[in-house]
């Protein structure tokens, strides 16, 4: 079995300033692990993916994620935080090590940015 | 391309009732999932469809049922609707692996803005 555990439900950065979302798994085997995003009212977008290739993972608008498996963590990065970041963020494993046809998600994490 | 469709956007049905919610997947793609979203209980996977058959199924009672058609095309079925059925409910579609032949380079599940089910 597998499972994904995000240790801060909430994170409030300044703009501007760097951003940490931590996520820790769990899995039986090399896990596929993702971090989605979700604004309000709107559906699930893929932030980045790790598969087991490049353990530093690069996503879409400046973040990026390190998978460490001594660690059995995948946490969530970006050197400074923009207005529009503000939304929900999902550390996700897949089920599957190569597909994402069933998908645990962690409890989410709401990220809060100061003006 | 056109993304993933889900239809209605909302919903309000009176307890006992029953829903079908339908998902339009990425053309092209052949696995689709429903995910149940609540405060409560966060993102919960129902069930995975791939080829017009289940593969795989979380814990929800047997109320909630689903089909996959020949294009693909999902529905997902809840009947004797309770309270505690509200929620968003969320389709994911993807190219899907069917266990023959390498492996596809790009599995991404893209979402669709799923139906908000409220049960009165």
């Known amino acids: 079995a597998q499972s994904v555990t995000q240790l801060d439900s909430h994170v409030s950065v300044s703009e501007g300033t760097p951003v940490l979302l931590r996520c820790n798994y769990s899995?039986?085997?090399?896990?596929?692990l993702f971090w989605y995003v979700q604004h309000p009212n709107k559906g699930l977008q893929l932030l980045l993916k790790?598969?087991?290739?490049?353990?530093l993972v690069k996503g879409i608008n400046g973040f990026e994620a390190e998978f460490k498996k001594s660690e059995t963590s995948f946490h969530l990065t970006k050197p400074s935080a923009h207005m529009s970041d503000a939304a929900e963020y999902f550390c996700?494993?897949?089920?599957?090590?190569?597909?994402?046809?069933?998908?645990?998600f962690g409890t989410g994490t709401r990220l809060t940015i100061i003006p | 391309k056109a993304g993933v469709t889900q239809t209605p956007r909302y919903l309000i049905k009176t307890r006992g009732q029953q829903v079908t919610l339908s998902c339009s997947p990425i053309?092209?793609?052949?696995?689709v999932s429903w995910y149940q979203q609540t405060p409560g209980q966060g993102l919960q996977f129902l069930f995975e469809?791939?080829?017009?058959?289940?593969?795989n199924k979380g814990n929800f009672p047997g109320r909630f049922s689903g089909r996959q058609f020949s294009n693909s095309r999902s529905e997902m079925n809840v009947s004797t609707l309770e309270l505690g059925d509200s929620a968003l409910y969320l389709c994911?579609?993807?190219?899907?692996?069917?266990?023959?032949?390498?492996?596809?380079?790009?599995?991404?599940?893209?979402f669709g803005q799923g139906t908000r089910l409220t049960v009165v």
């Open positions: 053309s092209g793609h052949r696995s």
């Open positions: 899995s039986s085997y090399s896990p596929s």
């Open positions: 994911a579609s993807s190219l899907g692996y069917g266990g023959n032949g390498p492996i596809p380079m790009n599995t991404e599940a893209f």
């Open positions: 469809y791939f080829s017009e058959t289940q593969r």
């Open positions: 790790y598969t087991s290739a490049a353990t």
């Open positions: 996700v494993v897949s089920a599957t090590n190569f597909g994402n046809e069933k998908l645990t």
